[in-house]
Nanobody, 122 residues
Framework: QVQLVESGGGLVQAGGSLRLSCAASGRTFSNYAMGWFRQAPGKEREFVAAISRNGGDTYYTDSVKGRFTISRDNAKNTVYLQMDKLKPEDTAVYYC???????????????WGRGTQVTVSS
């Protein structure tokens, strides 16, 4: 089992920044690719970003490219999502997830955190 705990969400004005963190425990963190997903009210959970086990490969959904950056620190068992130039449409609950190999589909991921709320005001 892998336990994931997100933090860093909050309320921010449009154009502002937030950095989300996801702390992992339970298994060897470096054995897992990590992903960030988000779910807005009334919408399905959608892919945001993913990173390979060693951090060498990253993937983003088009709407966040150039604004969000995913990174990881395997020594700290933590994955991050730096979010800049935030927009009201980024408002959602953000979840981190883990699986053995990097992917962009939610159903591929085996372990999930409980999420952290991000609200961007206009």
């Amino acid at each position: 089992q892998v336990q994931l705990v997100e933090s860093g969400g909050g309320l921010v004005q449009a154009g502002g920044s937030l950095r989300l963190s996801c702390a992992a425990s339970g298994r060897t963190f470096s054995n897992y690719a990590m992903g960030w997903f988000r779910q807005a009210p009334g919408k399905e959970r959608e892919f945001v970003a993913a990173i390979s086990r060693n951090g060498g490969d990253t993937y983003y959904t088009d709407s966040v490219k150039g604004r969000f950056t995913i990174s990881r620190d395997n020594a700290k068992n933590t994955v991050y999502l730096q979010m800049d130039k935030l927009k009201p449409e980024d408002t959602a609950v953000y979840y981190c997830a883990a699986r053995r190999f990097v992917g962009i589909a939610a159903h591929q991921y085996d372990y999930w955190g409980r999420g952290t709320q991000v609200t961007v005001s206009s």
